[in-house]
């Protein structure tokens, strides 16, 4: 990166730390704390989403529903998430491959098991194995987005299906007695109240997928933890430019601090939140603000 | 009008259709990225080693376009299976074993002589040894008498192990082991050399047949004209050139 790099071997201390922590490598080890943002930012929006519909599938008046609601949240909450992980990227990727299998090579003669082998014609490979490594790369972390957002939403949806119930039915009586539908009054005074509920569960889910990410070096996506390996793994003078001995730890002690700070912002995050939704509610804490204004 | 909107679709097809035959066909190389002088990351993160440089010259021989993908090496046979990539060029031993699973091309390394490293010349094939999960080495260790096996995921934890002290030896391929006895002074080769396994080749999906043969053809003719051999030279200090 910089130009005095050029030639490791006469560095010294800092600068020597200095060329060594901007080399290629380290500049993707910084790359993948973005990764790993990136899924926590796409992944929070897509669980709430399927915990959404997962809590209002479970309470609903049509019993197909009902049941899809309640089996969704009571498999996925019964099975190790390693186990979910793994059998979901493997089992979605072959899901859709075979899909677009039989839509795009409709006369393919031969059988898409052959002992252990999967295969699919290559126009239905997904991503074609042509394409450049970084459609692969973003298709494995679509995958992972996916896999994500189906464990954490069927928690997600028992938190919100226990929020909804929360929500003093007098209200919902009372919305009814003014002529609203049933409809209106799940949209309307149901679900703006249930999120006072809902919050120290989901704060608390948040958490956990937080400190789930590092699942994402088990999906095969080079996040932080693969880095951390790697680069922290000794490295002798033949096949480095920077040999140095087993410096697993610092790298792993970053990560440590990289997670501690991540969830100590969140925390604060959340409480401030909780502050603005308990206000003017019925519950122990707008009682305690009422009285704190009072 | 909707007949022109078919005609012009129908011709886009087939000119895509001959665009990606005029392409040659792209062939995805799984390796493990961790094993040097076979293959390892080198400081800009690329895959680098004796596996790239001759993959790369097998692709070319054989008129293919490689894209490099690294992999664990605990699930890099299962990802090849699955379709994630078309090879595994991986350091990868032939074995019976794994003959079941997949193929393997012809050796374009010779059977090399297995080793075990340890802190002081005084092991004696018994005690606490350390080998990499999955390998042909696991598999010897665990036959052997009075030995225990510990497995890691990957090659430089068992040096971290016997570093540590956590084992008294790793047994590992001796070409591996090579550069990081000859670094570091705590280190020496003890208790003899073990031979392992039918030499290393190319990984394909058993029902690649067609990949498989190209890839052999292509490694033959680099056999031939010594382009392996120079690698081979070039990657491993003081080994003979081989065929």
Redesign the interface.
């Known amino acids: 990166m910089f130009a005095s790099c050029a030639d490791p071997e006469t560095l010294t201390g800092l600068n020597w730390l200095a060329c060594y922590l901007t080399n290629g490598k380290h500049l993707l080890f910084y790359q993948s704390f973005g990764t790993v943002m990136l899924l926590l930012v796409i992944t929070a929006p897509v669980a709430l989403a399927f915990g959404f519909l997962g809590a209002s599938a479970a309470r609903s008046h049509v019993a197909p529903f009902r049941w899809l609601g309640k089996s969704y949240t009571s498999i996925v909450r019964g099975v190790p998430d390693i186990a979910f992980f793994l059998f979901f990227v493997i089992a979605l990727d072959q899901a859709f491959e075979w899909l677009r299998h039989q839509v795009k090579c409709p006369d393919w003669g031969q059988p898409i098991r052959q002992g252990s082998d999967f295969v699919v014609c290559d126009a239905a490979k997904l991503p074609l194995s042509s394409s450049p490594q970084w459609v692969h790369e973003t298709y494995g972390f679509a995958l992972a987005v996916l896999t994500f957002a189906i464990v954490f939403g069927a928690f997600a949806a028992n938190v919100l299906f226990g929020a909804m119930r929360s929500v003093p039915h007098a209200q919902m009586e009372t919305a009814e007695a003014y002529g609203f539908s049933s409809r209106q009054a799940f949209w309307r005074i149901l679900v703006p109240q249930m999120w006072l509920y809902a919050l120290p569960g989901l704060s608390n889910l948040w958490m956990i997928l937080i400190k789930a990410t590092p699942l994402l070096f088990l999906l095969g996506v080079e996040d932080i933890v693969y880095w951390a390996r790697e680069l922290g793994g000794s490295k002798t003078a033949r096949f480095s430019d920077y040999p140095h001995g087993d410096w697993r730890m610092w790298y792993f002690g970053a990560l440590l601090v990289f997670y501690l700070l991540l969830t100590k912002v969140s925390e604060v995050a959340l409480d401030r939140l909780m502050t603005r939704l308990s206000h003017g509610q019925a519950t122990s804490g707008g009682e305690a603000q009422r009285k704190a204004a009072a | 009008m909707k007949k022109i909107v078919l005609s012009a679709a129908a011709l886009a097809m087939t000119a895509g259709m001959a665009m990606?035959e005029s392409?040659s066909?792209?062939?995805?190389m799984g390796t493990e990225?961790?094993y040097?002088?076979f293959n390892?990351?080198?400081?800009?993160?690329?895959v680098?080693?004796f596996e790239r440089e001759l993959g790369d010259a097998i692709c070319e021989t054989a008129e293919l376009?490689c894209?490099w993908?690294?992999?664990?090496w605990d699930?890099i046979i299962?990802?090849l299976?699955?379709?994630?990539y078309?090879t595994i060029i991986a350091g990868m031993s032939i074995t019976d074993e794994r003959d079941e699973?997949i193929d393997f091309t012809q050796a374009y390394f010779p059977p090399d002589p297995s080793a075990f490293a340890a802190m002081s010349d005084s092991f004696d094939g018994t005690g606490v040894i350390a080998a990499q999960t999955g390998t042909i080495q696991a598999s010897h260790v665990a036959s052997m008498d009075g030995a225990q096996l510990v497995e890691y995921a990957?090659p430089?934890?068992t040096?971290?192990a016997l570093?540590s002290g956590e084992a008294d030896a790793v047994l590992a391929d001796k070409s591996f082991l090579e550069?990081?006895v000859a670094?570091d002074a705590d280190l020496v080769f003890s208790g003899g050399d073990v031979m392992l396994g039918g030499g290393i080749g190319m990984g394909v999906?058993?029902?690649d047949t067609e990949l498989k043969e190209k890839l052999d053809a292509a490694i033959a003719k680099l056999k031939e004209d010594g382009t392996v051999n120079t690698l081979i030279e070039k990657w491993f200090d003081g080994m003979e050139a081989p065929y």
């Not at chain 2, 993908?69 to 664990?72: A, H, K, P, Q």
């Not at chain 2, 299976?81 to 994630?84: D, E, T, Y």
């Open positions: 990606a392409h066909m792209t062939v995805r990225g961790a040097p002088p390892y990351l080198n400081d800009d993160g690329e680098d080693g376009t894209e993908v690294t992999n664990e699930s299962p990802n299976v699955s379709g994630n078309d699973v990957t430089d934890e040096i971290a570093r550069p990081i670094e999906r058993e029902s």
